[in-house]
Nanobody, 119 residues
Framework: QVQLVESGGGLVQAGGSLRLSCAVS????????MGWFRQAPGKEREFVARIGWNGGSPSYGDSVKGRFTISRDNTKNTVYLQMNSLKPEDTAVYYCAASKLTSFSYEYWGRGTQVTVSS
């Protein structure tokens, strides 16, 4: 069974940085493209970033471009989200998700980690 566990969330002041991690177990990590999503209270889930199985083809949501960086370490079965220049509007629960290489959707999701940015 594939499991995803996020960590690294917390409270940070505007302008600060956080790095989220997502550890994947239960399958071969390099068989998945990985993504980060977020959901703020009362809002729909929003795409944040995506990275290919080999670390290629990173892409970002418009609201985080230039501030967030997604990366992965296939030797550690972990995907990261480096978040810089954080804004109060980045406050949300952040989820990582795994997509099989042959799929157009994300089949596996973590439980999320809370990120709160104070002004």
């Amino acid at each position: 069974q594939v499991q995803l566990v996020e960590s690294g969330g917390g409270l940070v002041q505007a302008g600060g940085s956080l790095r989220l991690s997502c550890a994947v177990s239960g399958s071969i990590f390099s068989m998945f493209n990985m993504g980060w999503f977020r959901q703020a209270p009362g809002k729909e889930r929003e795409f944040v970033a995506r990275i290919g199985w080999n670390g290629g083809s990173p892409s970002y949501g418009d609201s985080v471009k230039g501030r967030f960086t997604i990366s992965r370490d296939n030797t550690k079965n972990t995907v990261y989200l480096q978040m810089n220049s954080l804004k109060p509007e980045d406050t949300a629960v952040y989820y990582c998700a795994a997509s099989k290489l042959t799929s157009f959707s994300y089949e596996y999701w973590g439980r999320g980690t809370q990120v709160t940015v104070s002004s």
